[in-house]
């Protein structure tokens, strides 16, 4: 089964520091490359590497940086029908990678923010063939409701990421999403409540699941995930194992994981159980969509690392 991912792209700007300067200060960096991101994009590119056939419904800019998304979403076999190209600048991301692989991200959306609700509609037959949507807020919310709206109308679950954390998103309209992914900062600025601990994070997701979500997914970072459901599901993982070297991109990568093995009939709970190891082994790389693997090298890292994960992840030919 195909999906269809209705978001962002962004050029990554990547520079890695010895430290962050502070005010007033110029330092040297040792190293910088430039990359492709942008969460939705990141996530397309995820699940296309696993083997999902992916529509990608975004804006690019008529610049360089637009025309190489363009190839670079054909070079991973992303279908492009309703990639638009508009006048002016595309979007791009500023990213600071300290020695501890932690990274402070600045966002320019550019052309992103010419992402319109007429784009989704026009996009209505390619996306009826998908069997899930993915959403995430760094384009106009608008535009979001209205994938969301037509997931609604198409009977196709809709996944939402909603990120980066966005006072202008309610409950109301996470709740008509199959799956809320978001973080603890997205999930305390989503329900007003605190999630500094994992009591806290419980509370903050069962307040999703009473206004009508069906499945709330919530990353952790070091801490894992947790995945809370209305029927009851109740799962805690613990961080996959790996030696990060770069975790930019991580979170895109868990979903996009998650997604494909949604669109091929995992459980949820497997799915999860895969995802976090993907994540995991994206860290293990520098840059963001550079650091995903394709299926063969994912499972044969999983291989020498979890045995029956990777028995998982072969029963559906990986």
């Not at 089964?1 to 700007?13: C, E, F, R, W």
């Not at 490359?33 to 296309?48: L, P, W, Y």
């Not at 595309?90 to 966002?107: C, K, L, M, Q, T």
Request: hydrophobic share 40%; glycine share 10%.
């Amino acid at each position: 089964m195909s999906i269809a991912v209705i978001g962002s792209n962004n050029t990554d700007l990547i520079t890695y520091i010895t430290r962050m300067p502070v005010e007033g200060e110029t330092i040297e960096a040792p190293d910088f490359e430039i990359g492709f991101g942008g969460k939705g994009s990141n996530q397309a590119v995820a699940a296309a590497r696993l083997g999902t056939e992916v529509v990608m419904v975004t804006c690019v800019g008529d610049d360089s940086f637009g025309q190489a998304y363009i190839e670079n979403y054909r070079a991973n076999g992303i279908d492009t029908a309703h990639v638009k190209q508009v006048p002016g600048t595309s979007g791009v991301a500023p990213i600071f990678v300290d020695p501890e692989s932690h990274n402070r991200i600045i966002i320019v959306k550019g052309a992103n923010n010419g992402l319109s609700p007429e784009d989704v509609d026009a996009a209505a037959d390619a996306v009826a063939t998908t069997s899930l949507i993915v959403c995430q807020l760094e384009i106009r919310l608008e535009t979001v409701a209205a994938a969301i709206g037509l997931g609604e109308r198409l009977g196709v679950p809709v996944l939402l990421n909603p990120a980066p954390a966005s006072r202008e998103l309610d409950l109301e309209l996470a709740a008509k999403c199959t799956y809320v992914m978001p973080n603890e900062t997205e999930l305390e600025l989503l329900t007003g409540m605190p999630t500094s601990t994992d009591e806290e994070v419980r509370a903050a997701a069962h307040r999703l699941l009473e206004s009508g979500c069906p499945n709330v997914i919530v990353t952790l970072g070091a801490r894992g995930v947790l995945w809370l459901s209305a029927e009851g599901d109740d799962l805690r993982l613990d961080q996959f194992p790996a030696r990060a070297v770069d975790t930019t991109g991580a979170g895109d990568a868990f979903i996009g994981c998650f997604a494909h093995c949604l669109s091929e009939g995992f459980e949820v709970g497997e799915g999860l159980r895969l995802a976090n190891a993907y994540a995991a082994r994206s860290v293990t790389a520098r840059g963001t969509q550079k650091s995903y693997p394709t299926a063969a090298e994912f499972r044969a890292w999983l291989l020498e690392r979890d045995a029956v994960l990777a028995e998982s992840a072969m029963k559906r030919d990986w």
